[in-house]
């Protein structure tokens, strides 16, 4: 119950559509209630058929989560990290740019320094093993962020003294990611812009702008202390 209230305010806060998901377990218990009285008030053969119902429904539901696994567990699809071996559903292509995006991680971004990656790369937090710099972790137009919180996002990167920014080219998308500068991550695309320069790409696109990740990094050291987003300007 606490969980559907406190969804329910993100529901209405963001009005982003995956923020539903809130309703699920409030809907499950709904469910599960009603089907209990009607087990208390029916008669046996009413109880066998509402149970033989709900074990198909539950069956159906496991074999399709089932089925959706099995089709990534392939060579296209595996994953080795530091021993870790698993099956993502992205492909060979994706994966080949993630293991180049974590070792130049690894490899230029010193352990105490803090990264900032976006629109929904967070992976890259758990590959390097270096924390979020802020709370949020997607950041594009289906999530519907507000200019104050967008604004807050980016004193916090400078707060923090975030010095490199590990972005996903599917800000450039459209769809569910926007357009970053058009549609969605005004600020952010002109703090980037202003203050950060392009210091890595893999697996970049001339045709398609929104293929692959590039990797920005901070002018200078120097903290600023915006006061309003027209300092960004």
Same mark, same amino acid.
């Given at each position: 119950m606490i969980f559907s209230v406190l969804g329910y305010h993100e529901f209405v806060k963001g009005r982003a559509d995956y923020e539903t998901f809130w309703a699920k377990p409030f809907t499950i218990m709904i469910n599960s209630y009603l089907i209990c009285e009607a087990c208390v008030v029916c008669g046996p053969i009413i109880q066998t058929e509402l149970f033989l119902i709900t074990s198909l429904l539950i069956g159906l539901q496991a074999h399709n989560n089932w089925s959706f696994l099995e089709q990534f567990k392939n060579k296209e699809h595996f994953f080795n990290h530091k021993g870790i071996d698993i099956y993502v559903t992205s492909d060979s292509r994706d994966l080949n740019d993630m293991v180049q995006v974590t070792d130049y991680i690894e490899k230029n971004v010193?352990?105490?320094?803090?990264?900032?990656?976006?629109?929904?790369?967070?992976?890259?937090?758990?590959?390097?093993?270096?924390?979020?710099?802020?709370?949020?972790?997607?950041?594009?137009?289906?999530? /519907? *962020?507000?200019?104050?919180?967008?604004?807050?996002?980016?004193?916090?990167?400078? %707060?923090?003294?975030?010095? =490199?920014?590990?972005?996903?080219?599917?800000?450039?998308?459209? /769809? *569910?990611?926007?357009?970053?500068?058009?549609?969605?991550?005004?600020?952010?695309? %002109?703090?980037?812009?202003? =203050?950060?320069?392009?210091?890595?790409?893999?697996?970049?696109?001339? *045709?398609?702008?929104?293929q692959g990740t590039t990797i920005f990094k901070k002018n200078s050291q120097e903290t600023r202390y915006f006061q309003s987003s027209n300092d960004l300007n």
């Open positions: 010193p352990h105490d320094t803090l990264f900032f990656a976006f629109p929904s790369d967070v992976i890259y937090y758990y590959l390097t093993d270096h924390p979020a710099p802020y709370r949020l972790l997607h950041f594009y137009k289906g999530v /519907n *962020i507000p200019p104050e919180q967008e604004f807050e996002l980016i004193k916090t990167l400078e %707060k923090r003294g975030v010095e =490199y920014i590990v972005m996903g080219n599917v800000v450039y998308f459209g /769809n *569910i990611y926007g357009v970053l500068g058009q549609d969605s991550g005004f600020l952010m695309d %002109k703090y980037i812009k202003k =203050y950060f320069h392009q210091v890595a790409a893999f697996g970049t696109s001339p *045709i398609n702008r929104w």
